[in-house]
Nanobody, 122 residues
Framework: QVGLVESGGGLVQPGGSLRLSCAAS???????IGWFRQAPGKEREGISC????????YYNLAVKGRFTISRDDAKNTVYLQMNSLKPEDTAVYYC????????????????WGQGTHVTVSS
């Protein structure tokens, strides 16, 4: 299993931006990767995912147009650029392996990192 480590979270004001990084311990070039988040008292929510080769991406409607997922396989890293952040984006964000990137969902796999906290507040 590939090890994943998230970073880049923090406290940001509404309307601000953050870029999350997901660094893998192994090669990612043949692995789809995604991000999900979990807010206190809420269920896990799939946010975005990207296929190997970046041929296809998925975004939850809650973040579409504000978040952008990308990957740099040379660095074994996947990114989540988050713009126009809202208080409701506050959560712990996890990156995870993805079994399938579909038009309406990410089917997450069994490996994910420890998460990075994102707090959007004034």
């Amino acid at each position: 299993q590939v090890g994943l480590v998230e970073s880049g979270g923090g406290l940001v004001q509404p309307g601000g931006s953050l870029r999350l990084s997901c660094a893998a311990s192994g090669f990612l070039d043949d692995t789809a990767i995604g991000w999900f988040r979990q807010a206190p008292g809420k269920e896990r929510e799939g946010i975005s995912c990207i296929t190997s080769g970046a041929t296809m991406t998925y975004y939850n409607l809650a973040v579409k147009g504000r978040f952008t997922i990308s990957r740099d396989d040379a660095k074994n890293t996947v990114y989540l650029q988050m713009n126009s952040l809202k208080p409701e984006d506050t959560a712990v964000y996890y990156c995870a392996t993805v079994k399938s990137v579909q038009t309406n969902a990410c089917l997450f796999g069994s490996s994910w990192g420890q998460g990075t906290h994102v707090t959007v507040s004034s």
